[in-house]
């Protein structure tokens, strides 16, 4: 079992930034690949950012490509998201999760664990 925590949500102005945690317990935080996702009112949990075992590879959906930074650092089990030049369309509940794919995964069904959420809120 892997559980995980995120942390750095809040309520921030277009153009802002914010930084996202997301610290893990349990099992060998490096054994698994590392993805972040969010959720809108109203519409599917999206696919964001994903990171592999040991951060060397890295993807991004194509709506975040160039404002947000994803990365890990195992030695302190926590991955994190830097999210810069924030949009109200980036406002979501943002899911840290972990899958048992090294190489980490855009894919929502290939993920294991899940942490419980941290709103991100972006006003116009």
């Known amino acids: 079992q892997v559980q995980l925590v995120e942390s750095g949500g809040g309520l921030v102005q277009a153009g802002g930034s914010l930084r996202l945690s997301c610290a893990a317990s349990?099992?060998?935080?490096?054994?698994?690949?590392m993805g972040w996702f969010r959720q809108a009112p109203g519409k599917d949990r999206d696919f964001v950012a994903t990171?592999?075992?040991?951060?060397?590879?890295?993807d991004y959906a194509d709506s975040v490509k160039g404002r947000f930074t994803i990365s890990r650092d195992n030695a302190k089990n926590t991955m994190y998201v830097l999210m810069n030049n924030l949009k109200p369309e980036d406002t979501a509940v943002y899911y840290c999760?972990?899958?048992?794919?090294?190489?980490?995964?855009?894919?929502?069904?290939?993920?294991?664990?899940w942490g419980q959420g941290t709103q991100v809120t972006v006003s116009s």
């Open positions: 349990g099992r060998t935080f490096s054994d698994y690949g």
């Open positions: 990171i592999s075992w040991r951060g060397g590879s890295t």
């Open positions: 999760a972990a899958t048992k794919y090294s190489r980490g995964s855009s894919h929502e069904d290939e993920y294991d664990y």
